[in-house]
């Protein structure tokens, strides 16, 4: 059959930001599909809005679009481009979804673009439960019972159409009295089971259908017998033309369910199936892939089976590639985006080589001889108010993946990767908060999912609960509890030694001989576990196994188990007898990888790694990546010649580096720590020291470490704002009355903002001292001090990404500005490429600085500088050297490499070297020369979950929130701030009102933003003090809205009060759809304060809302600006060439936003 | 707060006696004693099993381990699991494919203690001893596969004897080459299975090589079968004037079964003949073709196969140590191929109203891409009828 010779151009959709449900396992399969697709010879065109992301590099696509992904984008992306063909199946749930509508809008017929991978009858089957149920009861499969409410379009009250939910609503009930509780409900076309939830009775049932049919993009829910508590499995399956069809992967659910599969521990094979019953699940993948309809590539397909009958139930299936294929692909070795995107294009699984064999095909079911558990990482600690139980609703903002021979090894080393402090299954000081608790309270709380189940079930079945008790209260196979109760036992044969042996220090492990030592590694336990057991130090734990000459075998993932030849490096630790690391021939270069995903480390930070793998190889080195994200391109086999899949923790990166110091010429030619985010940084100072690449580990402390800083700072003469380091509350005092209120606390050594906050008044300085030097997990505040700075109000920050080389040289790869002030996490503001309001004196300023600081601390490789601006003056808030999360936005922004530039670097290549090479392009000149006008503004936008979060405010702050980021560029600032909201999802309306609530500190400057809002032609709303001071200024307020809080009774039920025209609280008004726009700035502290009602009712009725002033004055910026200019697609490849002065500045294709279209918009 | 309710966890430490597996080349691998290499507990009469032998194999399955232990194709082999975790959901009377393993021994990485399934009758464990099973556990069986990949397969021992006695047994073991291993799997008298019907239902007489029950199972939906033993004479076969007659899978090598090839090759042109896995083998000797062994064989659930006649691959269940040579049955069509290998899986004289595949298209354990052949075959003889 081989490869279609019709099809020359290929449109691939990407998925976006990064969200909760969809994260970059999208990068993941995109990056593969682009690769694969270019190899093959077809021009690819790549539309994508993240920046952050490998596929969005310039050399993977011919055509880039960084541009928010909308149908009227994609449109005008298609018009320009003219694909033969659409890709949808690489870019989750948004691909999908787009291409459904653009299919239905005609937009692919217009054109002559065909969908490729996936047709749109199949995303319809499979998408819209009720035919996905029809069609598998046709084909003789379960499916649990189940009926469609949908809310039908009518008018609502402004006019506009509306969805009558209470109709729906009525329709719901019917169904699920039919049913009868418990019910789950789901939402049609939503990810990541966004809206989902289960009712036990009437009261749960109406709140869930009730936001589920508000939240569906097609108004509709499924209601459906609820079967939580059966065992959960999943088949990924493949299907070629020639309907070839395999099973790549078996995913058995350690929840049952009831728990959203992301939200599930999950290990790889299928543990509990026997043969019978795991063949005829795979005979009903096939069946369902086959009358979904899905023609080629890669589907997912979810099982429930009935513990205690086996009764087989299909729940769900992903006519497209999913987490759980970017999964299966590296618990395989099989890449299954890879293989989808080259079945797309006309290839059978025959006449694909198997990359790790090379001798065998594609079309084979890989044998797997180890054990793979997923755990998710959430983020619970970064959302108060958001409850921690877990549901059907996906909450998760990352997941880890280990590999090990046995459950129990793969389960341990999963828990340590996730970085929580955690050493393992418990064993460790975090297992005393569940030691603590009495037993009956424990089994009650394991009984309810949280992420702290596992380890409620250790100390359970330690202290004596039954695993038959555990298996009943739980749901959870007992053959899982069961391994528990193994390294338990396990834990208890170890302890015995322990006790038996008088010895402390270095020799208190004496006790272990080899076989002890041997068991105790297969059973998973870490040397920091065996450590805290034995009352010893982790390096002693590692010297005394070493002593013994129990060391880790590194095992090969090769799709076969070991039945042919691997050609491909991809290694797991585990401890057996033989060893498969092979001798390498040129010096290697290990880069460590940021661990799992989290909100404040995230794809980001994996783009650093992959850019670093990607340069070294070039520059002769070979690259061997260590890390555990099964989401990520770090991780893909192909990235670095060698891959070890790891936690990135002390003990695992030692064995690597020691593995490969052992494996030929060259050794270890360093470590790469300073790409990856605060995860490898905090190894940094247990790795030898001779082995970091770049800036020494003690200017990266100097940086860290307050009082060094400050005196650093001082002797440079760069001004910081005011503060101190305190390790008591009189400590703290005294810093502030010295300092003057507000201020600003934060433990050293976090990244995105973690536990950060301003504080305005001793009472909210006491509150936020206490809570920070409780140590809330993951923080050691009790070791490390609490720093105290002075908060500027009203100033503005900026960053800056830079790398110094070894000669002194300093390149500026950009100088961003934030578009909130200072105070809230530079994660989580706007900001602008180049700077739109800073003066060139300023910038200058700006730039001295960041250099004298790169100098003074021996900055060799990145650095990222962060300052505050305020009435001219710059301060210097913090720097860091290392690659900071801005790095891809540079270079998607600048089309400078910033990454490989800073990994060639750490390897000792200087600038100008850089510049001779052509990594660098000869414009990208030194910090002292003049940078040439760019010819585009790019804004980088944050990406809230609040969404998935009803009950959390979603004011921003000091503390990072944001999962992801889009892009958007523009000629103008307006323009691309207009693209980035619009990428982000918050469509800025261009007429209708505008509510503002302004703290009075915001008032000032909210006034201004009130007469631009009105000068646009919005009316503006507001409440009372805000109204005054609008007015006074000459400001027209078409509305004074009641406060929320002024209203009688609880404000928690201001919701439901029944409206009142005259006077209406915000709250009603935006439910009614009055409201267009809401700016509301914070005044009070805590969650009830009343903003938190308004911006709580603007989240779930989708009216955008800006909880700064600068937000909203860049918004009326780019109101103003859409409305003279309409938008333009341009590929980033175009943007660069114009920057560089290659060609003359490119003219993009006009595209009209139908919702709130600025009116000089042109439709095409 | 409630007490402990038992004074220490759900189960403690289990300490097996150390055992090992002893290749005949002198390879040695460590591991813990599980079956009947157990030392006998009070309440078993049972004799203590110090060694055993046996060809030593490696089969990929992920699952199915009881259906690969029961298969009398294993008889005179060593069985290690590629798959670490053995045993996780015990042992059902349903998926035995035979009423006794005829394996000599199992290697694991890693035996479950406690089964869970609704389908359980008992552990992995249980079965091994009731049926004087020997086993190693905490195997490296990943060095055992990739040694056994190499060096093939070859015989071994398994015990907790010394390992120059367990070498010295592993060396005396003859393996399988040149050995008639039908001789101890096959019926000792015929027996039927599925009524045959009023109305002519089709009849199968199927010659126990070793048969699997799946077989049985999956012939029985088109046919009544009458099995009979491998050494039954052709006449005897026509005599019961069956629609078709079916050559079985089975263990060993098909150059030291000469006995039963002339009889296959006295069927040939009588009626419709379906073989499959030794019964293939037989078949393609019958036709004047040549076998010969493989370096370690194919056991596992996973071989991709092309379906020649339509182009399309399937994924087969496979379980032999020697495979039909190349162009070595005249007048035969290849009608199937392994695509990791080019080993031949399938050949065809339609002439003659014969075919064979090389692999289990009955499944059991494995996928079943393959079962259109059992269909197949019922249409060959409807047609010939």
């Avoid at chain 1, 969005?56 to 063909?85: F, G, K, M, Q, W």
């Avoid at chain 1, 800036?695 to 001082?714: F, K, N, V």
């Avoid at chain 1, 300085?765 to 809570?771: D, R, S, T």
């Avoid at chain 2, 029961?70 to 349903?94: L, W």
Wanted: glycine share 10%; aromatic share 6%.
């Amino acid at each position: 059959m081989g490869r279609r010779s019709d099809l020359e151009s290929i449109l691939i959709v990407g998925s976006g930001p990064i969200v909760i449900g969809q994260a970059c396992e999208f990068d993941y399969s995109g990056t593969q599909a682009c690769r694969v697709l270019k190899a093959e010879g077809y021009r690819v065109v790549l539309a994508n809005s993240n920046p952050a992301t490998i596929m969005t590099d310039p050399e993977l696509a011919d055509r880039t679009y960084v541009e928010p992904l909308e149908v009227e984008v994609l449109t005008a992306i298609i018009e320009r481009e003219r694909p033969d063909a659409l890709l949808p199946t690489m870019g989750g749930q948004t691909a999908l979804n787009l291409a459904t509508a653009l299919a239905e809008q005609g937009v692919l017929a217009d054109f002559g673009v065909e969908l490729i991978g996936a047709t749109a009858e199949a995303i319809r089957t499979a998408e819209n439960r009720d035919r996905f149920k029809s069609a598998m009861r046709e084909i003789g499969l379960g499916v649990p019972a189940s009926g469609i409410a949908v809310a039908p379009v009518g008018i609502g009250p402004a006019g506009r159409e509306r969805r009558d939910v209470r109709r729906g609503l009525e329709e719901a009930v019917r169904i699920a009295e039919e049913i009868g509780f418990p019910v789950i409900v789901r939402p049609s076309f939503i990810l990541g089971g966004r809206g989902t939830g289960i009712a036990h009775t009437p009261d749960d049932f109406v709140r869930l259908a009730r936001t589920g049919l508000s939240a569906s993009p097609v108004g509709e829910i499924l209601v459906e017998r609820s079967i939580a508590g059966w065992k959960e499995f999943e088949l990924e399956v493949m299907r070629d033309r020639l309907d070839n069809c395999v099973v790549v992967c078996s995913i058995e659910n350690f929840d049952p369910m009831g728990v959203h599969t992301g939200d599930s521990v999950t290990v790889a094979p299928a543990q509990t199936l026997s043969d019978v019953e795991y063949q005829k699940m795979r005979d009903a993948a096939f069946a369902c892939i086959r009358r979904v309809g899905v023609e080629t590539g890669g589907s997912n397909i979810q099982f429930a089976v009935d513990p205690a009958t086996g009764e087989r139930l299909v729940i769900e299936m992903n006519p497209r590639v999913s987490r759980s294929s970017a999964l299966a692909s590296k618990a395989t070795g099989f890449p299954i985006a890879k293989i989808a995107a080259r079945l797309a294009v006309g290839y059978t699984l025959d006449e694909i080589a198997n990359d790790i064999t090379k001798a065998t095909p594609a079309s084979f079911e890989p044998a797997i001889d180890y054990v793979v558990t997923k755990v998710p990482r959430w983020a619970f600690e970064k959302l108060p108010g958001a409850p921690d139980a877990l549901g059907t609703r996906m909450q998760s903002v990352g997941e880890v993946m280990a590999i090990g021979r046995t459950f129990e090894e793969s389960l341990q080393k999963a828990l340590r990767g996730l970085e929580l402090g955690r050493a393992g299954l418990n064993c460790d000081p975090g297992e005393r908060r569940f030691d603590d608790l009495p037993i009956d309270q424990l089994v009650e709380k394991a009984s309810v999912p949280t992420p702290e189940r596992p380890f409620q079930l250790e100390s359970a079945l330690r202290r004596g609960v039954g695993v038959d008790e555990l298996a009943a209260a739980t749901g959870i196979d007992p053959w899982f509890l069961d391994r528990f109760a193994g390294i338990v036992a396990e834990r208890e044969r170890l302890a015995g030694l322990a006790a038996g042996d008088g010895a402390d220090g270095a020799g208190a492990f004496a006790a272990l001989g080899r076989r002890d030592w041997r068991r105790a590694k297969r059973f998973g336990f870490s040397d920091a576990q065996i450590a805290y057991l034995f009352g010893g130090l982790e390096e002693d734990a590692r010297a005394a196994r070493l002593g013994v000459g129990v060391r880790p075998t590194f095992k090969t993932v090769d799709t076969c188990a070991a039945e042919f030849v691997a050609e491909t490096p991809y290694h797991y630790s585990t401890y057996e007898d033989e060893d498969e690391v092979r001798p390498a021939s040129r010096p290697r270069v290990v880069i460590l990888g940021s661990g799992p995903n989290r909100i404040g480390q995230g794809v980001e930070f994996d783009y650093c790694c992959v850019h670093a793998s990607m340069a070294l190889r070039e520059a002769g080195f070979e690259t061997v990546m260590v890390n555990c994200n099964p989401e990520t391109v770090s991780t893909d086999y192909d990235t670095s010649d060698r891959l070890y899949f790891e936690p990135v923790t002390e003990e695992a990166v030692l064995d690597v580096v020691e593995a490969e110091q052992g494996a030929g010429p060259g050794g270890v030619a360093g470590i790469v720590v300073a790409l990856g985010g605060q995860t490898p940084l905090k190894l940094a100072g247990r790795l030898p020291a001779e082995l970091i690449l770049g800036t020494r580990p003690a200017a990266i402390d100097e940086a860290e470490d307050r009082e060094r800083w400050s005196a650093l700072c001082a002797r440079l003469e760069i001004p910081q704002p005011a503060g101190g380091t305190a390790r008591s509350l009189a400590e703290a005092a005294e810093i502030v009355s010295r300092i003057g209120f507000p201020a600003l606390l934060r433990p050293s050594y976090v990244l995105g903002g973690r536990a950060m906050e301003i504080v305005y008044d001793d009472e909210g300085l006491a509150l936020a001292f206490g809570a920070l030097s409780l140590g809330a997990e993951g923080l050691l505040a009790t070791e490390r001090p609490i720093l105290i700075d002075r908060f500027l109000e009203d100033a503005i920050e900026v960053d800056v990404d830079a790398v110094r080389d070894r000669t002194g040289e300093v390149l500026i790869g950009a100088v961003m500005e934030h578009v909130e002030e200072a105070g809230v996490h530079s994660g989580d503001s706007a900001c602008v490429i180049p700077p739109p309001t800073l003066s060139a004196e300023t910038l200058g300023v700006i730039v001295g600085h960041t250099c004298s600081i790169a100098e003074a601390l021996s900055v060799e490789g990145p650095i990222n500088v962060q300052y505050a601006v305020k009435q001219g003056q710059v301060f210097v808030i913090e720097a860091n050297p290392r690659a900071s999360r801005t790095v891809p936005f540079v270079a998607k922004a600048t089309g400078v490499p910033l990454a490989k530039v800073a990994a060639r670097v750490l390897v000792g290549a200087t600038l100008a070297e850089l510049r001779l090479e052509g990594l660098l392009p000869p414009s990208a000149a030194a910090a002292d020369a003049p940078t040439p006008p760019p010819r585009h503004v790019s804004v980088k936008e944050a990406v809230l979950p609040f969404d998935r979060f009803p009950d959390v405010d979603s004011l921003l702050g000091p503390e990072m929130r944001s999962t992801g980021e889009v892009m958007g560029i523009d000629r103008t600032f307006g323009l691309a701030f207009a693209k980035s909201q619009i990428a982000a999802g918050n469509r800025l309306p261009t007429s209708g009102v505008v509510f503002m609530s302004l703290a009075d500190r915001d008032k000032e400057l909210g006034a201004v933003v009130g007469a631009a809002f009105v000068e646009l032609g919005f009316s503006i709303a507001a409440t009372a003090g805000t109204a005054a001071h609008l007015q006074a200024t000459g400001t027209e307020v078409a509305m004074i809205v009641a406060k929320v809080g002024d209203s009688a009774g609880d404000p928690a039920a201001a919701g439901d009060r029944p409206g009142d025209a005259a006077h209406a609280d915000a709250v009603e008004l935006i439910e009614q759809g009055r409201i267009q726009l809401v700016v509301n700035t914070p005044r009070g502290r805590g969650p009830r304060a009343d903003g938190a009602y308004i911006r709580r009712a603007a989240s779930a009725n989708g009216v955008p809302c800006l909880t700064t002033v600068a937000a909203a004055r860049a918004a009326a910026a780019g109101i103003a600006d859409w409305g003279r200019h309409a938008l333009q697609v341009c590929s980033l490849q175009e943007h660069h060439a114009a920057a560089a002065g290659d060609v003359a500045g490119s003219q993009g294709t006009l595209f009209d936003i139908a919702l709130g279209a600025g009116p000089a918009a042109s439709g095409r | 707060m409630s007490a402990r309710r038992r004074p220490a966890g759900e189960r403690t430490a289990r300490m097996r006696p150390a055992a090992l597996c002893v290749l005949a080349d002198g390879t040695v691998f460590e591991g813990e004693a599980m079956g009947s290499l157990l030392p006998p507990a009070r309440e078993e009469a049972r004799p203590p099993v110090r060694i055993a032998t046996g060809e030593l194999v490696f089969n990929t399955c992920l699952s199915g381990y009881q259906e690969v232990l029961t298969d009398p194709s294993y008889a005179g082999q060593v069985i290690a699991f590629t798959y670490p975790h053995i045993g996780n959901y015990g042992v059902s009377p349903e998926d035995e494919q035979a009423g006794r393993p005829f394996c000599r021994g199992v290697v694991v990485r890693d035996l479950t203690d406690r089964p869970s399934s609704w389908r359980s009758a008992g552990s992995l464990e249980g079965f091994l001893v009731r049926h004087g099973i020997a086993g190693v556990t905490g195997v490296d069986t990943r060095r055992l596969t990739r040694h056994v990949r190499e060096a093939g397969a070859m015989p071994c021992a398994l015990g907790t004897a010394p390992e120059a006695e367990l070498l010295a047994a592993a060396r005396a073991e003859p393996g399988t080459k040149g050995v008639d291993l039908v001789a101890e799997v096959s019926t000792e008298r015929p027996y039927r299975v599925g009524e045959a019907e009023a109305g002519g239902r089709l009849r199968v007489v199927a010659y126990d090589y070793g048969i699997k029950k799946t077989i049985l199972d999956r012939l029985s939906r088109i046919a009544a079968v009458e099995v009979v033993p491998a050494t039954t004479p052709s006449e005897e076969v026509l005599g019961r004037r069956p629609d078709g007659v079916f050559l079985s899978n089975g263990p060993g090598d098909p150059a030291a079964l000469d006995h039963l090839v002339k009889e296959v090759g006295l069927l040939l042109g009588e009626l419709p003949v379906f073989g499959i896995c030794l019964g293939h083998q037989l078949l393609a000797s019958a036709l004047g073709g040549t076998t010969y062994k493989l370096g370690f064989g194919h056991h596992g659930g996973n071989h991709p196969v092309r379906r020649i006649e339509t182009r399309t691959v399937e994924i087969t269940s496979q379980n032999h140590g020697y495979a039909v040579a190349d162009g070595t049955v005249e007048g035969a069509a290849v009608t199937h191929v392994n695509l990791n290998d080019g080993v031949i899986e399938g050949l065809s004289r339609e002439d003659l109203r014969a075919f064979g595949v090389q692999y289990h298209p009955e499944a059991g354990p494995g996928p079943h891409d393959a079962r259109y052949l059992f269909d197949a075959f019922g249409r060959l003889m409807e047609a010939s009828r």
